[in-house]
């Protein structure tokens, strides 16, 4: 047994924060401000939204349809809450961003675990056929999550537009998390899901965030964004009160990562990028265990069924490597076997971790 474990399994980065963001803080403590996010700032936060997405995709969407909210989980909670039929199901594609299957009970609802399909390279597919049969049992809200945390997929155009065809026709809504979207590595458009057509912006409440990309989700300040007249409606006599949920250092945050940290955020993909490839070699180099392809956030998931690894291979890896993953599990029935390694971390740190896990792999056999 390892004393010391090298954290693999919370979605936070090694990386600081950027220097915008830090002077944030500084000047709040130095000036002893502290209180609540005057109004001129939620605006600023608000537009700072609205003008990144339309920077880095194209997606025009007015500042007053942005609210602030402390979370993307808080976001999930609005949608399920306010936006589908009291009582309905909530379809969620697994494997899953681990909460997802936790905050639907929460809210005394089913959850529709959908496993998706997996491909001969280790690519994950959704399940189109079993969504749709989803919401013809009954099923409100289909929770989608591009970047996909945890297998790490972009998802097209084209596979999107399937998803888009199902919802529609079945009248449905979807929550649309895109969270990751700051950190797509490989050379793929992040498209945000209602930006597509109007079909989408009629169905879909997105959350996305600066959490991931700029490193700073202890900070509390997420992004519901609204696409439609009707939704903004239903939520009118909300927003006021959505808007005093998040605190000062990170109304500021949000601004000062969105307009002042691109060239940050640029050198992180950079390096995630490196450590992604790092990542793909030495795991060749693991025999039995394989890896699905990276192609946005800082999330690996790994394939272990072959090892058939006592205990599941969480557990394995802690106890033999001194690694700490979440078990595939945590993830839904679909991640039975599997193991979910978040990689935003120094690479010689990454490359000792992977140096140990090969280590306990060989010595089992
Ligand atoms: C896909 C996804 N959604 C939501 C979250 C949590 O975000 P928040 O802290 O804003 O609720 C995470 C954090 O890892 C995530 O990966």
């Known amino acids: 047994m390892f004393p010391d474990a090298i954290g693999a399994f919370v979605a936070e980065m090694d990386f600081g924060v950027p220097p915008a963001v830090a002077e944030v803080v500084r000047t709040a403590a130095d000036s002893q401000a502290m209180g609540y996010l005057p109004m001129a700032d939620r605006a600023a936060a608000k537009r700072a939204t609205a003008d990144w997405l339309a920077r880095s995709f194209d997606w025009q969407i007015p500042a007053d349809n942005v609210h602030l909210l402390p979370d993307v989980l808080s976001v999930m909670r609005i949608a399920i809450q306010r936006f589908t039929p009291p009582g309905s199901p909530v379809i969620v594609p697994t494997p899953a961003y ?25 690519r994950y597919h959704l399940d189109l056929v079993a969504i749709d049969a989803a919401f013809a049992a009954g099923a409100g809200l289909l929770v989608l999550c591009n970047p996909w945390n945890p297998v790490g997929r972009v998802l097209t155009r084209d596979e999107l537009e399937a998803v888009a065809e199902v919802v529609d026709r079945r009248g449905g809504r979807v929550f649309s998390d895109e969270i990751h979207a700051p950190l797509v590595l490989d050379d793929l458009p992040h498209l945000p899901y209602a930006s597509l057509d109007e079909r989408t912006a009629g169905h879909t409440i997105t959350a996305v965030a600066a959490s991931k990309g700029w490193n700073i989700p202890g900070l509390k300040c997420g992004q519901m964004l609204l696409s439609n007249d009707d939704d903004v409606a239903t939520f009118a006599p909300y927003a006021a009160d959505a808007g005093d949920t998040v605190g000062l250092l990170g109304g ?43 192609e946005g956030t800082y999330i690996a998931w790994l394939d272990c069924r072959e090892l058939d690894l006592p205990g599941g291979p969480a557990q394995f890896f802690r106890r033999e490597a001194g690694v700490a993953l979440t078990d595939g599990t945590m993830c839904g029935e679909a991640g039975d076997g599997f193991a979910r390694f978040i990689f935003a971390m120094p690479r010689p740190i990454l490359r000792d971790a992977l140096e140990r896990m090969r280590e306990a792999v060989l010595a089992r056999r």
């Not at 681990?98 to 280790?122: N, Q």
């Not at 940290?261 to 790092?278: A, I």
């Open 98 to 122: 681990m909460p997802f299957l936790t905050v639907v009970p929460a809210l005394d609802r089913e959850v529709i675990e959908v496993p998706s399909l997996l491909d001969d390279d280790g």
């Open 252 to 294: 500021r945050a949000v601004v000062a990562a969105y307009d002042e940290s691109q060239d940050w955020l640029d050198d992180v993909v950079s390096y995630l990028r490196g450590n992604r490839d790092l990542l793909v070699t030495m795991v060749e180099d693991i025999p039995g265990l394989r890896i699905s392809p990276v």
